[in-house]
């Protein structure tokens, strides 16, 4: 298949670079094959520098004109509730219930692609709420990033940007960091501010239950050796899942005796209804109230050095 020719677009992989929807209609793509553009220079326009859905990385330039967002990276296998996390924060800011008082919807660049995943979780006459679909990796070399804006009752406004990965990603990452079609998870090694690692409950107190242990300890590794001192929290999915007390604690060290700042989370969309919001809310203000590490001082700042190299990073 034919790539744009312009360099920093990734179309078809990805959205086109210039917000067309249709990226046979840009005016930039050469066709698929022939050459020659499919469209007519009548039809040549360029749209807004974002559709809606979910961001590519062309698109995080236009978002950081403010200032750097907070990126996100939520790893863990397949099925483990990682889009079912995200979808439930759209749907309780929707509803005005996962902010506080203090904390205001501020925007988002990704409205369509949060509702693409939200969507399913719905009720709708004559269909029930089901899970949202799982994400598939294609052959996409960058994730999905699902951008929201808060703003604080004192004029302080923050971006943030959810990775909507896929669990395969994660999982041929953990075996091998250079792993060809795993290029998505380091991207997020190299660029989130947070870790999520997810650990599924419902898959650890399955009759795979060694294979996603085995699993969630090459990751746990494999985060460990990136992470580098940024902000991590272990999140259990599935809450209402009853799981063995040693595996539990498998899991837990897997994560707390590499990463002992590590601050843990359970959630579970079932369950009364206020425990379950309550178990979200948690995650999410940690998330916001998060930082990221800063400039440290090196060397004593009295050294008759150039300044410059006076700062390093946690």
């Not at 604690?249 to 425990?275: C, H, L, N, Y």
Request: net charge positive.
């Amino acid at each position: 298949m034919a790539k744009c020719p312009v360099a920093t677009c990734f179309a078809p992989d990805t959205l086109c670079g210039l917000g067309n929807l249709d990226y046979r209609k840009c005016p930039r793509w050469a066709g698929d094959g022939d050459g020659s553009p499919t469209v007519s220079g009548a039809d040549e326009q360029i749209l807004l520098p974002w559709t809606g859905t979910a961001l590519g990385l062309t698109d995080l330039s236009f978002i950081s004109g403010r200032e750097k967002p907070l990126t996100v990276a939520i790893a863990g296998p397949e099925s483990a509730g990682k889009t079912t996390l995200l979808a439930s924060w759209y749907l309780l800011m929707g509803r005005g219930r996962l902010l506080d008082d203090q904390t205001n919807f501020n925007g988002s660049f990704s409205l369509a692609g949060w509702e693409a995943i939200a969507g399913s979780l719905r009720w709708e006459p004559g269909q029930p709420p089901t899970f949202p679909p799982h994400t598939t990796s294609r052959d996409a070399r960058a994730p999905g990033l699902l951008h929201v804006a808060i703003r604080k009752r004192n004029g302080r406004s923050r971006d943030l940007v959810f990775a909507d990965a896929p669990g395969a990603w994660f999982q041929k990452w953990s075996v091998n960091a250079d792993a060809t079609d795993a290029e998505g998870a380091r991207w997020l090694a190299r660029h989130a501010d947070i870790f999520l690692i997810v650990a599924d409950r419902q898959a650890l107190a399955g009759p795979k239950l060694g294979q996603a242990r085995n699993g969630f300890q090459l990751l746990a590794k494999r985060i460990a050796a990136e992470r580098r001192g940024r902000p991590l929290a272990l999140v259990w999915t599935k809450g209402d899942v009853a799981i063995g007390s040693a595996v539990e604690a498998v899991i837990r060290a897997a994560v707390m005796d590499e990463m002992q700042d590590a601050a843990e989370f359970t959630i579970s969309i079932f369950g009364k209804e206020e425990e379950s919001r309550i178990s979200f809310v948690s995650l999410f203000e940690w998330i916001i109230r998060t930082r990221r590490p800063g400039a440290v001082f090196t060397r004593d700042i009295g050294a008759k050095t150039d300044p410059l190299f006076l700062f390093g990073r946690r």
